[in-house]
């Protein structure tokens, strides 16, 4: 099946720092990659919608400026968050549809937890 | 896309079928019905999703009742490692970019039992 790596798999920072997290379809092409968070014992949210080329649909209550995508690449889409605080502090996956096949299915990457102190 | 109802928790013997139910009353007739689930402090990981007829795969069966309105994913041999939240979906068929778009809900936390 589809595998989608996400880099790194934890991270913890300062609060104040910016931190990029790293997305990639490792065997097809995504035309569209999800961005989503999940805090402890929650489900996941979405966060945003990113297709190759264009700019990110970000999801209600969602800053765009806060949680800055990248998606240049059919293979890769980035997520920085910026100027972290603990709040932050969460699981971030990202999941990506492959377009070559013509499929609906996601394919999710194996998640990022960051920590903010 | 419409709303699903699943059981907070179920428990099952290892080597037993786990059959677990969702209930999508409001399903729409372009809406598919998606299976995931979600190791402990994993990315979730696709199983199996229908429209009308039942399907199988290496993974699971998923069984659609004929008004579309519920159904059951079946594992028909849990082991240990089945352990998971499992997550039903509805979501609509189409080719908008918004229609590609996962609404999870809480989901039900199976525990495989040895």
């Known amino acids: ?117 | 896309d419409a709303k699903t109802t699943q059981p907070t928790s179920m428990d099952c013997a290892e080597g037993r079928a786990a059959n677990l139910p969702c209930n999508h009353s409001t399903i729409s007739g372009n809406e598919y019905v998606y299976w995931y689930r979600q190791i402990h402090s994993q990315g979730p990981q696709y199983i199996i999703h229908g429209l009308k007829n039942n399907e199988t795969n290496e993974m699971a069966s998923l069984i659609i009742t004929e008004d579309r309105k519920s159904s059951t994913l079946i594992l028909p041999h849990a082991t240990l490692r089945d352990t998971a939240v499992y997550y039903c979906i509805v979501r609509v068929a189409g080719s908008g970019a918004g229609s590609y778009q996962l609404t999870f809900g809480k989901g039900t936390k199976l525990s495989v039992i040895p």
């Open chain 1, 1 to 117: 099946g589809a595998v989608v790596s996400q880099h790194p798999s934890w991270v913890i920072c300062k609060s104040g720092t910016s931190v990029k997290i790293e997305c990639r379809s490792l065997d097809f092409q995504a035309t569209t990659m999800f961005w989503y968070r999940q805090f402890p014992k929650q489900s996941l949210m979405l966060m945003a919608t990113s297709n190759e080329g264009s700019k990110a649909t970000y999801e209600q209550g969602v800053e765009k400026d806060k949680f800055l995508i990248n998606h240049a690449s059919l293979t890769l889409s980035t997520l920085t968050v910026t100027s972290a605080h603990p709040e932050d502090s969460s699981f971030y996956i990202c999941s990506a549809r492959d377009g070559g096949s013509g499929g609906n299915e996601q394919f999710f990457g194996p998640g990022t937890r960051l920590t903010v102190l």
